[in-house]
């Protein structure tokens, strides 16, 4: 009985001597603050879509025979490019036959409006006869009446000659009908279609595929949309960057064009607000295609060479941890703060410039009192190691 008495004392004193020993420091992430740029970021909610500033789906405006086809899937065409052509030989021989009938309009005006002159130049002549009485007035009148008549007769003539002018433009129009030209210079994107197929046009109210996709690509934009209560802060002209998952490295810059002046309730998702933005030059070695999904952050105030700290180093309620006057001892600070994203907030009271602040917020030991070890950057790699499994 006295041994098991020695042995639970021994043992209490063991405890005790483990609870009073000093606590190992916590080892700690920490980083400084210091002067940077901020920037307050818009984003958009869902994905956004690269598009193209000029897109046609064209159709022909009457069906037909495929007779000629002048493009293929990729080729580059310049504006008004011939790109599609239905049978159409009868409005061509019709074409002709107008353009044949204006010239015999015009040599018919030429005859009637020579004899027209003529026959003024013989009523001058019978003017002076008839002042030196050496012709009736009798002759003078026929004289007279005969040059009325062909002057009418050019001037009828003239006409015929317009309305033939215009046979020809009708016919012009008929046989534009029959073919389809690029509105813009671009690239043909799908062409749906082949030589002897009957292409129909799209009647009102029914979806049919187009004959040919022309895309304008020298000219693209992002078209994402925006929470609600984001985009009431979003101004035409603002600076954006566009980042794509085709190319996760690279960002690219842009503008604000446009801001939809309408919001969007679609069923089973949240409001939002259409914003395009248009982008800057593009590197050579940089070729984006329409379709490519994308995502934009729309800068809304910056701020240069201002007092910053990582926005992971905040705590709720605007607070951080950083080191007391002994350096090792944890110490919660309020902040003042200004501008923030995702990686970076403003300070604007609260911290010194290289004041340390935690980084290590996911330890729960790491609170306001603990003392801290706090790693270097290699001390941090190797930790980080060890921690993977």
């Excluded at 603002?238 to 810059?253: W, Y």
């Excluded at 950083?322 to 907030?345: E, H, I, M, V, Y």
Aim: with cysteine.
């Amino acid at each position: 009985m006295k041994k098991l008495l020695i042995s639970a004392g021994v043992l209490a004193a063991l405890i005790a001597a483990f609870m009073l020993r000093p606590a190992k420091p916590i080892e700690v992430r920490m980083s400084q603050a210091a002067p940077g740029l901020v920037e307050a970021l818009v984003s958009n909610t869902r994905s956004g879509t690269i598009k193209a500033c000029q897109r046609s789906r064209l159709s022909l405006a009457l069906g037909g025979q495929v007779n000629h086809l002048y493009v293929d899937q990729g080729d580059k065409v310049e504006a008004g490019a011939l790109l599609l052509e239905l049978w159409n030989d009868d409005l061509k021989a019709a074409l002709e036959q107008s353009k044949a009938q204006v010239r015999m309009a015009e040599l018919n005006k030429a005859s009637a409006c020579r004899q027209a002159q003529a026959d003024e130049r013989e009523v001058k002549r019978q003017r002076e006869l008839f002042k030196k009485q050496l012709a009736s007035a009798e002759q003078l009148d026929r004289v007279e009446t005969s040059a009325e008549i062909t002057r009418l007769s050019c001037q009828q003539n003239e006409a015929q000659v317009q309305n033939a002018k215009a046979s020809v433009a009708v016919q012009q129009a008929r046989l534009a009908q029959t073919q389809l030209r690029a509105p813009f210079a671009g690239i043909v994107a799908e062409v749906n279609g082949e030589v002897g197929e009957y292409a129909t046009p799209s009647p009102p109210g029914v979806a049919t595929p187009p004959a040919i996709d022309l895309i304008d690509e020298r000219c693209l934009y992002v078209r994402a949309p925006i929470d609600e209560v984001d985009a009431s802060v979003i101004r035409v002209g603002m600076d954006a960057r566009v980042t794509l998952d085709a190319f996760r490295d690279q960002a690219f810059t842009g503008k604000v064009s446009r801001i939809a002046p309408y919001v969007e309730d679609k069923e089973k998702q949240a409001r939002t607000v259409n914003v395009d933005v248009t982008l800057n030059t593009l590197p050579d070695d940089v070729q984006l295609l329409v379709g490519y999904s994308a995502d934009i952050e729309v800068i809304t105030a910056a701020s240069e060479q201002t007092l910053r700290i990582p926005s992971e180093a905040l705590l709720e309620g605007n607070h951080v941890l950083t080191l007391a006057a002994d350096g090792k001892t944890l110490q919660k600070k309020a902040l003042t703060l200004g501008l923030s994203n995702w990686t970076w907030t403003e300070v604007k009271e609260g911290l010194e410039a290289d004041q340390p602040v935690l980084l290590s917020l996911d330890n729960p030991a790491a609170v306001d009192g603990a003392e801290v070890r706090v790693l270097n950057e290699m001390d941090a790699l190797h930790t980080d190691k060890a921690a993977k499994p």
